[in-house]
């Protein structure tokens, strides 16, 4: 008898085709293009129109200040979960190639050189060895996709869904029961307790307080800010914690691992492109639904990195890669989104550049101060749409010539 045909498995181990990563390159870069000159043209162009549209829009490309969720408070999670995603594609060829070891040499070598950058792009060493910002944005990135990616290596999804589960409960019961000093790291919540307790600086009033509070989730004032004041050296963000401080890189790493999810979803050859976008968006759509319900006992903040806020983010993520999937992938609409495959496939040395050099400079230098001024909003209108053009033509001009300078 002829052996049984074995097609349809090699077919489900098969990855998708290399090109349906237009559509994680497009997203990538759609998600950068807001921080790298599109948040600027929307202000201008609100300033220029005066449009309550606009003016609704354009608050949200603005964080809020604690609890609660807005666009802009999406860029960075998107980002961590688009690194998840193509570590499913990196990391699975890493491992193929070259087995497990040498997958996370790779995965080392990488994480120390995005943190190295990440310091540099604080600040380096420009204010002192005890001013030097240990953890930031890049750092956060360089931890999270480090730690998923091995995770990614030696665990199956299965059990790294019983990971994702853990952090996220672990971090909430962190929070929820762990008991802390009952003084909030606030400027004016510190004046007032040094002027009642007569301390005369923020340690001798934080390390003399002797009573103990649990479940707090106020700015200042609860485990994760005051683990960073009593850990994290160097400089932080916020003076007193940093948000993206220690603890709080645990749930970032399940962001990460979120994605890590929807590129398995993008990896599974043996279910079609539109059966793909469907089982995004059920779970993008689950997401949304937890991280609400669960806001309503552990608050949705970014700045905390709250596990509802993880869930939250990661359902708007969701959805975006199966819009983007769909749109680019299964229906081949592929010219709109091109510019944005341009800063997608340089995503990092344009965010560096943006801050090194910044592409509204470079355009300020064709359209003088004394133009601008005149002008009044209509210069504004013209400098930030000029920034932009720089922005796009350095972009195209590295994808065409194939200088991808990727960590």
């Not at 960075?76 to 990196?90: K, Q």
């Not at 709109?336 to 050099?357: D, E, K």
Request: aromatic share 12%.
């Amino acid at each position: 008898m002829p052996p049984e045909p074995t097609a349809p498995k090699a077919q489900a181990d098969r990855p998708a085709p290399a090109e349906r990563l237009m559509s994680l390159d497009a997203l990538r870069g759609f998600d950068m293009f807001w921080i790298v000159g599109g948040a600027s043209i929307l202000r201008a162009l609100e300033k220029f129109s005066g449009s309550p549209i606009l003016s609704g829009v354009r608050q949200q490309l603005t964080h809020v200040d604690w609890a609660g969720f807005r666009f802009y408070d999406l860029i960075f999670p998107l980002f961590v979960f688009i690194a998840g995603v193509s570590l499913v594609f990196s990391t699975g060829k890493a491992v193929q190639r070259a087995g497990k070891a040498a997958a996370v040499r790779r995965l080392l070598v990488r994480g120390l050189l995005l943190f190295a950058v990440g310091v540099f792009y604080s600040g380096g060493i420009s204010q002192g060895l005890d001013g030097i910002r240990w953890l930031g944005v890049l750092n956060r990135i360089a931890l999270a996709s480090t730690a998923a990616g091995i995770l990614l290596v030696f665990l199956p999804v299965r059990a790294l869904l019983g990971v994702c589960a853990g952090l996220l409960l672990g971090y909430w019961a962190l929070l929820a029961t762990v008991p802390i000093r009952a003084v909030a790291l606030t400027p004016t919540a510190i004046q007032e307790g040094m002027a009642r307790t007569g301390a005369t600086n923020v340690h001798q009033l934080y390390f003399g307080t002797t009573e103990r509070v649990s479940g707090k989730y106020d700015p200042g004032f609860n485990v994760v800010n005051h683990f960073d004041f009593e850990h994290l050296p160097g400089r932080k963000y916020d003076k007193y914690y940093d948000p993206e401080g220690i603890l709080s890189t645990f749930p970032a790493i399940a962001t990460c691992l979120l994605g890590v999810f929807a590129g398995s979803l993008l990896r599974q050859g043996s279910l079609r492109p539109g059966q793909r976008t469907l089982r995004l968006v059920v779970a993008g759509v689950a997401c949304l639904g937890v991280g609400y319900g669960w806001g309503e006992v552990f608050p949705v903040v970014k700045k905390l990195w709250s596990s509802s806020f993880v869930l939250f983010a990661g359902g708007w993520s969701f959805l975006l890669l199966a819009a983007f999937h769909q749109a680019v992938d299964v229906w081949g609409w592929r010219r709109w989104c091109q510019p944005f495959v341009w800063i997608g496939t340089n995503a990092i040395t344009l965010y560096l550049l943006a801050s090194l050099v910044g592409y509204g400079s470079v355009a300020g230098r064709f359209l003088s101060p004394e133009v601008r001024a005149r002008w009044g909003a209509t210069g504004e209108v013209l400098h930030a749409a000029g920034g932009l053009l720089v922005l796009f033509l350095f972009a195209r001009a590295l994808h065409r010539r194939g200088l991808f300078l990727r960590l």
